[in-house]
């Protein structure tokens, strides 16, 4: 008769004395971010808690004031649509967030201040190259300047992509990303109301559209040319309808779970998530 | 050979549709509240967490209205010291937290709008009937005047109380919590600057003295007539430098925790926590 210990390591109690970090969407339902940092804070023996936050684009900036006035709070993290607001919000920002014009990731620093830092880039591009997609030489097409897209979009010419075509329905923003880009990488990125398709090696969908069942797709897959690699942000669904669609065609795809995977040691070393002394 | 099967049925994990309850307090190291409530949760299995939240005076309207900006967020419980600050910012308040001047928890009305309401005075009076300490027909005097004094005035005096005189060093809420207190009792509460301790049958320290080691004692044991109850209302540390010296001197001694325990019925009555469907 085998014996089959338990894990009993669950989650460290709640208690008057818990540290605590916020995640702030609209919606949040779909965010990952209290399923992978809770887990960790009990792995570390961190008396801490991540909770998830519903704050709608008119009130996000009351709702980040009082949260950075809760004395036991040390980090917030940012999720769609509040990304660009949390950068004009920070105290200061890194330079990855000021050219994604976004930040994710928000930290109490000794003296008071927030600092805001992105990572959506960083983790999406290193997710893409461990899936063996590397982006270095390749044209590859983003969906979306907002917060993700941004940040995406400076993270790709940063690991050598040799062109980049962004789209975005709303002509400013698309334009101020794309100056933005050309400042630290003149000639490589350009803007389209239409996204060149028949060209690209890789596509990646960084709007909303795929999280809510009804959501039309952000472009069609029956343009691409064959072999293109399809990459999704969206993390809930995993198979949105773009990927299956590109799946169905036999295209590569990379889900958007992959981006917050391989975020994670970022945020735990961002936040100084060490293990209590003497463990 | 006996098998014991482990208690497996933790909290339940939180991810983006967790929904959200908060307790504010200054400091918030001693709430119970977490404790408390996150266990009765689970056995409901019901998808929410209570978190700790410590702000101070000066930042709590702008916290308070940051968390009634969460849309997940459905209820605030208050402590020491911003009950009579919630009570200004609610939208509308119970009968019995306007006879108390305060507010220990906020409930999200489906039109929206934040209802206040006090279980301090009802679950302290329960608390104390059910150790065998009657208030009918005592004299009790109460150390303190803020939220959570004002709250169990009312109660001990709608639960029969002969007298009760309130004892606090600001001498302008003094007068008003006996003035609010008149309205209702007529002639039964007085507000004294020293307490009458040789005639008191119950004597109740309802200040925050006690919370911390170098607290001095809110009044001195040694002018208590023998058999006069000695309660405290702080949670944490258990036994007070208070207690321990009514104790010492052979008096009936009543412990903090009474008051929350005895308030959990009710606040699961007002954040109607009913187990889902099925259940």
Chains 1, 2 share one sequence.
Not at 91 to 106: F, I, R, T, W, Y
Not at 115 to 121: A, I, K, L, P, V
Not at 183 to 198: I, N, Q
């Amino acid at each position: 008769m085998e014996l089959v210990v338990p894990d009993l390591s669950g989650p460290v109690p709640i208690s008057g004395s818990t540290r605590l970090y916020a995640v702030l969407g609209a919606p949040v339902e779909q965010v990952r971010a209290p399923s992978l940092l809770n887990p960790l804070f009990a792995r570390l023996g961190i008396d801490a808690v991540l909770f998830p936050v519903h704050v709608e684009p008119d009130a996000f900036a009351g709702v980040l004031h009082g949260l950075t006035r809760m004395k036991n709070l040390d980090g917030i993290l940012v999720t769609i649509p509040h990304k660009a607001a949390a950068l004009r919000l920070a105290d200061e920002v890194s330079p990855a967030a000021e050219v994604a014009g976004a930040v994710n990731a928000l930290r109490r620093e000794p003296d008071g201040r927030w600092s805001g830092e992105n990572f959506d880039g960083a983790g999406f591009v290193r997710g893409l190259t461990e899936a063996g997609h590397l982006p270095g030489g390749r044209r590859i097409v983003l969906m979306g300047a907002g917060g993700a897209g941004s940040a995406i979009a400076a993270a790709l010419l940063a690991a050598g992509a040799a062109h980049l075509t962004v789209c975005d329905p709303d002509a400013a923003r698309l334009r101020e990303l794309v100056a933005r880009l050309e400042e630290h990488w003149p000639g490589r990125a350009t803007g389209e109301a239409d996204p060149p398709l028949g060209e690209a090696d890789i596509v990646v969908n960084a709007t909303p559209l795929g999280m809510r069942p009804d959501d039309p797709q952000p472009f069609s897959v029956r343009g691409l040319p064959p072999r293109c690699v399809v990459a999704d942000v969206i993390m809930k669904p995993r198979e949105t309808a773009l990927l299956k669609a590109a799946a169905a065609l036999g295209h590569p795809i990379h889900h958007g779970a992959h981006m917050l995977d391989h975020q994670l040691d970022l945020y735990r070393t961002f936040f100084r998530l060490d293990a209590p002394p003497g463990q």
